[in-house]
């Protein structure tokens, strides 16, 4: 757990699952090495998962010995398939679980996992608990606009968020776009399908009405819509998790059609391959700005201590980003700073409520 | 209204919303040129606007006294800002409102709009009523995956869907695919957040339920993700309207960011021009199929007769596409078809609902 006082510590532990990727453990510790000179300089990892092959994967990759790399054993791991209470009941010795257990009982800081998205939810909820003041995490994206990022969330942790919910993700999704987008007051919108008051229907009113009482504690812009997003205008976009998860893996999906269509095409002819050399460079432009590291990964926000997300099917490189992004979370007090941020929220809407004698959200 | 026998009409009469889109009227006059030679030779289009510009606008586009090409005057137009209760009862002359009250008295078999789509879609059920079966009309789109197109709706008309609105909309759909898209057996997949049973909340799994029980008269394949769009194995693809909007809108917004970055980094280097010209032809073909005329506009199912809806800001060739859609769906009945469907869907799960003395869905 992060504490007042965390940024005062001379290093962080990160307890990595090096288990249940799409990609394999391999590639998770490949993705650490690289991470290893972007952290701290006395960071240490400690790579969870089955002893003999994470041992002989830090010979490998040339780890060996190193003094900020350490081992911790755990036998089983969480498939895609497995269910959150399934897996907290059955599966205690899977490598995510261990992760989880180092912090509870102290001997890490801070879980990496490229696993089971839902059971890092479930079972990060239930062994690490939640921040005072949030009643659900919420999986935060960055995604790329026209000129630089910005921070989505909920991506898929909560695919039944209330008015509360998104208003709690209102004021997480500022703070980690201060700390991750390095922006000072971040705009703020509320995705929905019109941008006239009272359009959207009751979710999305009750939510508008509670981000407005917020006041200056958060930068509202107001609703927007769809194709507002990539313009610019909004540094974080608040979202249901089942429309923000659908429109991530909407996008992912667009692009790799669009790599294979232009591919197709490209085959036809060797006039074409010619151009597209020339192109290589304008292509690979847009490409970084589309895929920077920064969006190989998220964090799950909300629970008492960090907990960091890679893609399943995450290279070495989103790992790397995702832990990067991670460690500045964890130098900048996240934790402190949202529980202070959604008391602060929770207070000003309990306020208003009982001046105006109304529930404005279930 | 299409009755069983309207496939033994010799024309269809077309009432054309000139006014209320983004492009004025004259792309509008322009888009009906170029429709002429789709539709049936015999076919008419009335357009509905400001006479006295109108008449002007069809001067100039060389289709002055054009055996089937009449003029109806409206000298009120539905703006972007007007809710469909309001514009009902103050706006009764605007051109919406007028083509409309033509199909109401059997002047004209289908309404098509470039207009403010939530007016068409409050004002259209409230004047065309509904379909008998049909609780709310659903907008459906066109849209490119990488071997050729599928069908997703509710794009926007119903931002809260209830299981059985979703339920209504697989039937309408696969309806529609089969006409629009010449499947015989459109594969169908409910979109949501992960593909286990059990995933994306009460309104997924009921829903999930409800479609199981249509039986043979869908081909459901079961639920989805959303980068399982774009790879070819779906023909109709149902989400609520909030989401499907979102995510429409989403995808205009991605491919205008990826356009802006592209000619962003060309402008650096004269070299890189040489190469974009080598690839034009590339460029172009993964244009043409991912915005063919198909889904420049997308026809309101659910409505007892047919209404077409163009994008607000679609050129002369989306308004185009939008009629030659439309015209084929007339010809192939399709608002008796859907009748038919609709009725035969709700029989099966009223039928399964008093067997098992259980309620599946709200």
């Known amino acids: 757990m992060v504490s007042p006082s965390a940024d005062t510590r001379a290093y962080y532990r990160i307890a990595v699952d090096c288990m249940g990727g799409d990609k394999g453990p391999a590639e998770v510790v490949r993705g650490v090495k690289l991470a290893l000179n972007d952290v701290g300089p006395e960071d240490r990892f400690i790579l969870v998962g089955k002893e003999k092959w994470l041992r002989s994967l830090v010979k490998k990759t040339g780890l060996e ?21 399934q897996a907290l009941k059955s599966k205690k010795d899977a490598s995510m679980m261990v992760a989880f257990d180092m912090v509870k009982q102290g001997e890490a800081d801070a879980v990496f996992s490229t696993g089971n998205t839902k059971v890092l939810v479930g079972a990060g909820a239930v062994k690490l608990r939640l921040i005072p003041g949030a009643d659900r995490p919420a999986l935060v994206a960055i995604m790329p606009h026209t000129k630089g990022y910005f921070v989505l969330l909920d991506v898929g942790a909560n695919p039944e968020s209330t008015p509360r919910h998104l208003m709690h993700n209102a004021v997480m999704g500022t703070i980690y776009a201060q700390a991750a987008l390095g922006i000072e007051r971040p705009r703020l919108g509320l995705l929905t399908v019109g941008t006239e008051e009272g359009k959207g229907g009751a979710r999305i009113n009750n939510t508008h009405t509670l981000l407005k ?10 609703p927007m819509e769809g194709f507002d997003m990539f313009e610019g205008n909004y540094d974080v976009v608040i979202v249901d998790g089942f429309t923000g998860n659908i429109l991530l893996k909407t996008a992912e999906g ?4 669009l790599q294979r269509l232009v591919k197709e095409k490209l085959r036809w002819n060797p006039l074409y391959l010619l151009g597209a050399t020339a192109l290589l460079p304008v292509a690979n432009g ?5 895929s920077s590291d920064r969006n190989g990964g998220a964090p799950l926000l909300g629970l008492s201590a960090l907990v960091m997300k890679a893609h399943g099917s995450g290279n070495r490189h989103a790992i790397r980003g995702t832990i990067r992004l991670g460690r500045e979370a964890l130098s900048k007090q996240m934790s402190y700073r949202l529980e202070h941020a959604l008391t602060r929220a929770n207070e000003i809407v309990a306020e208003t409520e009982v001046r105006n004698e109304a529930v404005p959200a279930k």
Do not use: C, T, W
Request: glycine content about 8%; overall charge negative; cysteine-free.
């Open 286 to 290: 847009v490409k970084e700005h589309l």
């Open 213 to 222: 009482k917020l006041g200056d504690e958060i930068n509202y812009v107001g």
């Open 65 to 85: 010995g190193h003094p900020r790399i350490e081992i911790r054993n755990a036998d089983e791991v969480i498939s895609m398939d497995d269910k959150p209470m």
């Open 254 to 257: 667009m692009f790799s059609m």
